[in-house]
């Protein structure tokens, strides 16, 4: 269902969105490479300072690339919910007016998305027309009734991974890379700092987004007939038709290991 989420949902006209919640990140260097001067490597303290932690909430649109993310102290219902209305309801916002249905072809189009599940919701007898799907995971605080019924009743259907499946959530994937980006080789010192960085981080990719695309593996056997070329995201089954630009300090890692190899 999800990976008719990723493939088939744009052609419906239904936009789908991931969200997951990152972290914690804790305020202490944190490994990967740096700018530094030949000869001096970077130093860290010895001492063990706990210097917080914070979560990243994060809304990913694979078709765009776009994310939309802030960051919290802490992560619960009252923190997430209350974002996740104000940020939904701007992305609704955005997207083209939804023409008047029939209302028995309007709920028709909700449970196609509940087809085939063991366990599923009971949908209110009034549905406005279907144009979001929201792919997360299955947390006990993604389910709570209220919750629900304000996504029904904004035209969002949410769409759970199951129990060891968030690799369905490609949400992931654009955390490992602004995760690399934001705090790779960096000492933050303070948890608004991290929320900061990433940010900065988000904004900087806003600006030129790379659209992930669902590379499961019914879509890995028929890439194999196609001989199509992509590039695979780390977390998650996403992947992107161009190479995600890499430190070059790792780029020069793996061509020592190459020559290595061959040699």
Partial sequence: ?????????????????????AGPFQAVPHPGPSWQPQ??????????????????LTLFHPASGQVRLQSAERCTNAVLHPWLRER???????????????????????EVWQAGLTRRF?????????RLLLVWDNLT????????????????MPLYTPVGGSWLNMAESIQRVLKRRALAGQH??????????FEQTAR???????PFVWNGKRRQRRRCCAKEQIYRVGGSGACTGQPLPQPRSQVQAECQIRRQTTH
Avoid: F
């Fill in 122 to 130: 009971t949908l209110p007898e009034e549905l406005p027309p279907l």
């Fill in 88 to 110: 939904l309801s701007a992305i609704l916002a955005e997207l083209p007016a939804p023409a008047v249905a029939d209302p028995v072809l309007t709920h028709a189009a909700w």
């Fill in 141 to 156: 605080g993604h389910k709570t009734p209220e919750l629900v019924l304000w996504l029904c009743a904004h035209g969002i």
């Fill in 188 to 197: 933050p010192h303070s948890p608004a700092e991290i929320g900061s960085w």
């Fill in 204 to 210: 900087s990719w806003n600006a030129q987004p790379t």
């Fill in 39 to 56: 000869a001096h490597p970077a130093r860290h303290p010895h001492e063990y300072i706990r210097g917080g932690t914070t979560k990243i």
């Fill in 1 to 21: 269902m999800i990976e008719q989420a990723y493939t088939q949902a744009a052609q419906q006209g239904l936009s789908v969105w991931c969200e997951d919640e």
